[in-house]
């Protein structure tokens, strides 16, 4: 266990934060054209939009922040002062959930899978700045340790991902928050993980509108997708779900990210990360050029990643 002792934290008043509902970002987040970029991979200069979601600023931005307001809401709602949570070592979920608990002057406790690195790098960094305790769970199963956690200390646990179909509800919002933004998008291009980000736009915008690419953080995006769709009273009938981008798995660099994160830096100035906006760059690479992708403006979710970047086990060599 990497952590240390420490005092309790004097409860805050949170009642200005909770009405309205808890506020950890300022919305709406930007789109950005990305016209050299657009004609780079063969697309109208006009055509390709970032949405910025990596600019939203607590902790470091991502979108894993927009499901927390509602996550974090809940957790307070029960009068928690712990709330746990798991992921990969780099997982930008945990940072995040982290740094929401700092905001709201909550603890946080971090199940991370394996074994502590001899370096705290990236995300970890952060994880510790945000005085998160953290747990390695070794060879045992991070989630039911994060569960034996969540017991022991009567805290309020928050699934992988931060999704369920209750916070994936924030991905409708921001879907909302788009059209309000470009209402004749064509297709958004979005990285699946846990798959609340897709979930909650597919309700927002329908299937045809959204492509996910998946990153092999589970073991079937589709059907991961599919089940909160559904759980959240929309059909997930003609879903559309790209899996050829995952490559050697969800830790490994491909190719073909490392080329599209080089294209973007290149084209845009704009970083991506080698695990999600990489692998959704790639993808959206791929359906430009198959014409796979539906008539208006396209959109690149970029939600976030980037100290990933600097917590890559391959990355750096990649260059
Ligand atoms: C978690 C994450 C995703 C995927 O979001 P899910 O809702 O888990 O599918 C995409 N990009 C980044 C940078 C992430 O951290």
């Not at 300022?26 to 390709?48: C, K, M």
């Not at 291009?189 to 690419?213: D, F, K, W």
């Not at 830096?265 to 014409?291: F, I, K, N, Q």
Request: contains cysteine.
């Amino acid at each position: 266990m990497v952590g240390h002792q420490r005092g309790r934290r004097r409860r805050p008043d949170l009642r200005g934060l909770m009405s309205p509902p808890l506020s950890l970002f300022t919305r709406p987040t930007p789109v950005e054209p990305a016209p050299r970029l657009a004609e780079a991979i063969g697309l109208d200069a006009g055509r390709l939009w970032i949405k910025r979601d990596d600019l939203i600023g607590l902790g470091g931005g991502g979108n894993k922040v927009r499901k927390l307001e509602i996550t974090m809401a809940g957790a307070i709602a029960v009068g928690a002062d712990t709330v746990v949570t798991t992921g990969a070592p780099q997982s930008n979920h945990a940072r995040l959930t982290a740094a929401a608990a700092a905001r709201c002057g909550l603890r946080s406790v971090l199940v991370l899978e394996g074994e502590a690195p001899d370096r705290l790098e990236g995300n970890l960094l952060l994880d510790r700045l945000f005085d998160a305790e953290i747990v390695f769970s070794g060879d045992r199963d991070a989630a039911d340790v994060a569960a034996q956690e969540a017991r022991a200390r009567d805290a309020y646990l928050i699934p992988f991902g931060g999704t369920d179909a209750r916070s994936a509800v924030a991905y409708r919002d921001a879907g909302l928050e788009l059209l309000g933004q470009l209402p004749d998008v064509g297709t958004v291009v979005v990285a699946v993980g846990s798959g609340g980000t897709m979930a909650g736009l597919v309700t927002a915008l329908g299937t045809h509108r959204v492509l996910g690419v998946a990153t092999g953080a589970v073991p079937d995006a589709h059907a991961t997708v599919a089940g909160f769709v559904t759980d959240m009273g929309s059909s997930p009938e003609g879903l559309r779900i790209d899996d050829a981008r995952i490559g050697d798995g969800y830790r490994h660099l491909t190719p073909e990210t490392r080329d599209a994160l080089e294209l973007a830096a290149r084209t845009e100035g704009l970083v991506l990360d080698p695990t999600y906006t990489g692998r959704a760059m790639a993808g959206l690479r791929a359906a430009a050029a198959t014409s796979g992708l539906a008539p208006g403006p396209v959109v690149l979710l970029h939600t976030g990643g980037l100290p990933g970047l600097f917590g890559h086990a391959e990355f750096p060599d990649g260059v």
